[in-house]
């Protein structure tokens, strides 16, 4: 008789804590111990050095001091590896880990700066962690999914072997979701990540563990994935950097995703980091190597250094935001209002200029991608989960099965059904690119708005299965606008206090409202 998926999903789980040396198992805190970012400093496994490495503020000056070999990738990889390791421990943040592998990668490249006296490429000697979609030739990639326990990649995704080109060092692979088609992550092969800062808060998703091991410090570079937010929720709900780039800017050819085959909205993969320089490095590092000769979705555009310094943009001298107070639909809680008026305050400071930015058929764009991304159904779920029997979770709130939908949820379209969503789509496109331009006419540069400001959530992070809103990111997927995210604060309980009752602008509205009465406190945004 065949395994349950209990039986296989428990196995996976025993032969993931097996790959965790002995040595470096920690006492975990109780649970009422919400906040655990400070227990790598505290827990004793790590030396004085590894705690100056993983705490490097800036990508550059730890590449830096790879490529003269003032630290060796095998010092930087063993503190890194210890680090994440711990992070495993308290947050569930990890899928795949393979320390020796890594280890043995390090000590290559620390030989080939030696013998040679050169870096093997630009992210030489550099531990980069990546969400469990990127394929790694010899391990298992099972995004959340029971049923692939045990499917070894043959070959490795082309991102891989372009990070492995540039001289990184791979040594984790993240937690997701089940499907990924959701802001929160929790499946039935690994469990629940949790927030480092309030682990009763969620720590977003679908790249959720991702977002909780960089802001552990048990990663300093990490790549995600984001079809409707998934980058820069974790991002946000983890005070850390993520960018979002155009489509088929960074190759996804042999990484893993839901929804495969639907390619008039697909997801994009992207890097989160403690730095925003680290930003930079990774769009400049895979760019580099002309990605767009392994994948034939990848743009061929080469790093255009005077785009980066907003030539036609006047020079970034004096530029016109404007702020997304909200879109029409949901007014986000106090502590976003308050971190969006910081951003305008601080915009002005720098001599920049600011002003409202109204909200263009919102509530049109997001009904037509929700109908792209429900147009097979549940059929790609339901053909994956059938194979081990292991159910469908319907609410990142438990692992119960019985609660509210996803987002994917819906009986499907036909194909000209979907042919006329996408044909929608295009004219709302259209329409959001002229409502954009039409901004030359409010602007003082005469240029139309530089950029706009917007809220990533209504809300910080909320407690488990809450995260009922991908809105305010999935806008930007649907018009393929680039968008990167920023920490600005923290939820002061004191300015923080929720507002009297507004005329409420939809049903999610008063939902968000009422969770804003909640007690919870988030972390950056």
């Known amino acids: ?19 965790i040396p002995q040595g470096w198992l920690i006492t975990p805190p109780p649970d009422d111990v919400l906040d655990v970012t400070d227990i790598p400093a505290k ?64 000590a290559w490249l620390d030989e080939q700066l030696k013998s040679t006296g050169k870096v093997v490429g630009p992210l030489h000697g550099l531990p980069i962690s990546l969400k469990d979609q990127v394929s790694i030739k010899g391990l298992e990639t099972t995004m959340g999914y029971v049923s692939w326990i045990g499917k070894v990649a043959e070959r490795d995704a082309t991102l ?33 990540t949790v927030n480092p800062v309030n682990r009763t808060l969620t720590c977003g998703g679908s790249s959720g563990g991702e977002g909780a091991l960089l802001r552990m410090r048990g990663s300093i570079l990490g790549v995600g994935s984001d079809i409707g937010g998934s980058v820069r929720i974790p991002a946000a709900m983890n005070g850390i950097y993520g960018f979002r780039p155009s489509y088929h800017r960074i190759p996804y050819e042999g990484s893993r995703t839901s929804l495969e085959g639907q390619d008039s909205l697909p997801s994009i993969l992207g890097p989160l980091s403690t730095d925003l320089g680290g930003i930079k ?22 790093w255009d250094e005077d785009e980066y310094r907003l030539k036609e943009h006047g ?23 308050r971190a969006l008026n910081m951003t305008k305050e601080a915009l002005l400071s720098a001599g920049h200029d600011v002003i409202d930015w109204k909200p263009h058929k919102h509530a049109e764009i997001y009904q037509v991608t929700a109908a792209i991304w429900a147009a097979g159904g549940q059929n790609e779920f339901a053909a994956l989960t059938s194979q081990t029997g292991e159910p469908i979770l319907k609410s990142m709130s438990t692992l119960d099965t019985s609660d509210a939908a996803l987002y994917t949820s819906g009986g499907g379209l036909s ?40 809220p990533v959530a209504p809300f910080p992070p909320p407690p488990h299965g809450k995260n009922i809103s991908a809105e305010y990111t999935l806008i930007w997927n649907a018009l393929d606008y680039p968008a990167c995210v920023f920490p600005v604060t923290k939820v002061n309980p004191i300015l923080d206090q929720p507002k009297p009752a507004h005329e409420f602008l939809s049903k999610l509205d008063r939902n968000v409202y009422e969770l804003c009465k909640g007690d919870f406190l988030g972390d950056f945004f």
């Not at 008789?1 to 790959?19: C, D, F, Y």
């Not at 072997?161 to 092969?189: D, F, H, K, S």
């Open 1 to 19: 008789m065949p395994p349950t998926w209990q039986e296989l999903a428990a196995e996976k789980k025993r032969r993931q804590a097996a790959s």
């Open 43 to 106: 827990c004793g496994l790590l030396s004085t050095r590894e705690l100056e490495i993983t705490n490097v503020g800036k990508l550059s000056v730890l590449l830096n001091r790879l490529a003269t070999g003032e630290w060796s990738s095998v010092q930087v990889t063993t503190a890194f590896c210890k680090r994440a390791v711990i992070a495993q421990q308290l947050t569930n943040c990890l899928t795949e880990i393979f320390i020796d592998r890594a280890l043995e990668r390090a």
């Open 160 to 192: 891989t072997e372009i990070l492995i080109e540039c001289g990184a060092v791979l040594y984790v692979r993240t937690n997701v979701p089940q499907t990924l088609m959701w802001p929160e992550t929790n499946n039935l092969v690994f469990g629940r």
């Open 281 to 302: 490095l990774f769009m400049q590092a895979i760019i580099s190597r002309r990605p767009w000769l392994k994948d034939p979705l990848c743009l061929r555009k080469y």
């Open 315 to 337: 020079g970034g001298e004096r530029l016109t935001f404007g702020i997304l107070w909200n879109d029409g639909l949901v007014i986000p809680q106090p502590p976003i209002i």
């Open 415 to 454: 194909a000209f059904e979907l042919f006329q969503t996408q044909k929608k789509r295009a004219q709302l496109r259209k329409e959001y690119l002229d409502h954009w331009n039409s901004t030359k006419n409010l602007t003082v540069t005469g240029r139309p708005v530089d950029a706009i400001i917007s």
